[in-house]
């Protein structure tokens, strides 16, 4: 994963160059799939690791797994079991990604 300031170049639409991350570490510039950038969210999970859209999320007292989404201009969990959603992120444990889970929300 690179850390760093998202760029959406319209100039090199439906290239590779389209979108870029600028690491705030090195200054190098990466191409990236534009579906693959995810947002902090400015939380923490139990543990103190930080959280992004796009990370799954597990409640140990509920066994439940949480996708974290950005949807109509606000970030959100959605559950992998129920739609009444009503968790705090630091008591939840992260355990990846939805590129790394996907079959826990299939």
Not at 6 to 31: A, P, R, W
Not at 39 to 67: A, C, M, Q, R, W
Not at 85 to 95: G, P, R, S
């Amino acid at each position: 994963w690179v850390y760093g300031n998202y760029i959406h170049n319209k100039k090199f639409m439906k290239s590779l160059k389209e979108h870029q991350l600028f690491s705030l570490e090195t200054g190098d510039e990466f191409d990236v799939y534009g579906d693959s950038v995810c947002l902090f969210i400015h939380s923490f999970d139990l543990n103190g690791e930080t959280i992004f859209t796009n990370d799954v999320l597990f409640n140990p007292d509920t066994k439940e797994f949480y996708l974290v989404i950005f949807e109509s201009g606000k970030i959100s969990l959605k559950s992998h079991v129920s739609n009444n959603v009503k968790a705090d992120y630091e008591n939840l444990v992260l355990v990846g990604n939805i590129f790394d889970l996907k079959e826990i929300f299939d």
